[in-house]
C-alpha cells in the first residue's frame, strides 16, 4: 500500500527561503505593510506543506473537523452547519458536531470552497513556515487552507485585519487587487463589516494570476477579491497578528493598580469650574507616561512580545536528545 510520508522539515527554514527571490531587506523597507507584492515561484517551492495526499490525510482525520474548524461556502455564502454535520462525541468524549463527509462531498460537488481554518500545525510544513513567519515579521500566525472549484468564489471583496502571506499549492487563482482602505485594521466590529469594505476598496491596482510555488502578500485593510477560473485550486492563507500599542493597555491597568494617583477618585466635573478634573486628567496622562519610561514596564513589553507567538516547541520522542 502506498501511503504518503510526512515529510519532517528541519528547524532552519526561514523567511529569506519563503519570499526567495525576493531580498528580506528590500521587503522590509519597501513593502512590508506598505503594498501587496507577487513573487513568482518554481512549482514544487510549497509542495512541502500541503499536496492532494497531504490534504486528503488531514481530513482523514475526521475528529479534528468540526464547524469551526472546516466550513464550506458557495457563492459567497457560508453553509450552514447542520447542512453538512451530525451530532458525534469528540475525543474529549462531550457532544460534539462533526462532518458528515458524504454530504460534505455532495456540496464539495456543488462547488462549495473547503475552508480549513487554523491547520498551523497539521503539516510540518506549514508548521515551519508558521514557525519562520513567527520568527520575521514576527508575531501570531493563523494558517487557512482553502480548497475551491472553477466558476465559484467564495468570498466577497474584503480586507482582512492582519498582513497576509498567499501561498499558491495547485492550480490557478486570480487575484484582484484593490486600494487600502484602512490602515492598520484590527479584529473589531468597526472593521469588520464587509459592506463597507466594498463601499472604500477602491480602484482595481492589479490583477494577479497565482500558479504553484508563487506566494502573495497582501497588507492588511488592502481590498482583494479572489476565483478560479479552471479546475481545482488550493492555496493556504498566513495570517499576522502583531501586537500593537493597544496591548500595552492591560499593562497599564496592572501598574496603575499600585499608583496613587492613577487609584485617586476623578474629581466632580464642576469642581473648580471642570479644572480640577482637567488637572487630574493632566496628572494621569503624566503619570501613564512615566510608567511606560520605567525601565520593569519596557521588559515587561518586551517579554510579552517574545511570547506573542504561538508556543512552538514540540517533542521528539523517544528522548528529545535524539538518541533512539
Ligand atoms: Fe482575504
Known amino acids: 500500500m502506498d501511503i504518503p510520508a ?137 494558517a487557512n487552507l482553502y480548497c475551491s472549484w472553477a466558476g465559484h468564489q467564495a468570498f466577497d471583496v474584503h480586507y482582512d485585519v492582519g498582513d497576509v502571506f498567499v501561498t499558491q499549492i495547485h492550480g490557478e487563482k486570480i487575484w484582484r487587487i484593490y486600494q487600502q482602505a484602512v490602515k492598520d485594521p484590527v479584529r473589531h466590529p468597526l472593521f469588520m463589516d464587509t459592506n463597507v469594505h466594498r463601499e472604500k476598496m477602491g480602484v482595481l491596482s492589479a490583477e494577479i494570476v497565482m500558479r504553484p510555488g508563487d506566494m502573495l502578500y497582501i497588507p492588511g485593510g488592502f481590498c482583494h477579491e479572489a476565483m478560479t477560473e479552471h479546475g481545482a485550486s488550493i492555496h493556504i492563507t498566513y495570517e499576522m497578528k502583531a501586537m500593537t500599542g493597544m496591548d500595552v493597555i492591560p499593562l497599564l491597568l496592572e501598574r496603575a493598580v499600585r499608583d496613587e494617583v492613577m487609584r485617586a477618585p476623578l474629581p466632580h466635573p464642576s469642581a473648580r469650574d471642570g479644572k480640577a478634573l482637567e488637572e487630574q486628567l493632566m496628572r494621569i496622562a503624566g503619570r501613564m507616561r512615566e510608567m511606560l519610561r520605567e525601565p520593569a514596564a519596557r521588559a515587561y513589553i518586551e517579554a510579552q512580545m517574545r511570547d506573542f507567538p504561538h508556543p512552538t516547541q514540540g517533542i521528539k520522542l523517544p528522548d528529545d536528545s535524539g538518541k533512539s
Not at 13 to 27: G, N, W
Not at 63 to 88: F, M, S
Request: proline share 6%; net charge neutral; hydrophobic share 40%.
Open 6 to 142: 510526512f515529510q519532517t522539515v528541519g528547524g532552519g527554514f526561514s523567511f529569506a527561503e519563503l519570499i526567495a527571490p525576493q531580498d528580506v531587506t528590500a521587503f522590509f523597507e519597501g513593502v512590508h505593510r506598505k503594498r501587496p507584492l507577487h513573487i513568482p515561484g518554481n512549482a514544487d517551492k510549497f509542495a512541502f506543506s500541503m499536496s492532494w495526499e497531504l490534504l486528503d490525510g488531514m481530513l482523514d482525520q475526521s475528529a479534528i473537523w468540526t464547524p469551526h474548524t472546516l466550513q464550506l461556502v458557495l457563492n459567497k455564502v457560508t453553509l450552514r452547519p447542520e447542512q453538512y454535520t451530525y451530532q458525534g462525541v469528540g475525543r474529549d468524549g462531550r457532544p460534539t458536531l462533526l462532518v458528515d463527509f458524504a454530504r460534505m462531498r455532495a456540496a464539495v460537488d456543488r462547488g462549495s470552497t473547503i475552508l480549513l481554518s487554523d491547520c498551523n500545525t497539521l503539516t510540518p510544513g506549514i508548521k515551519a513556515i508558521c514557525e519562520a513567519l513567527g520568527r520575521e515579521p514576527g508575531g501570531k500566525v493563523q
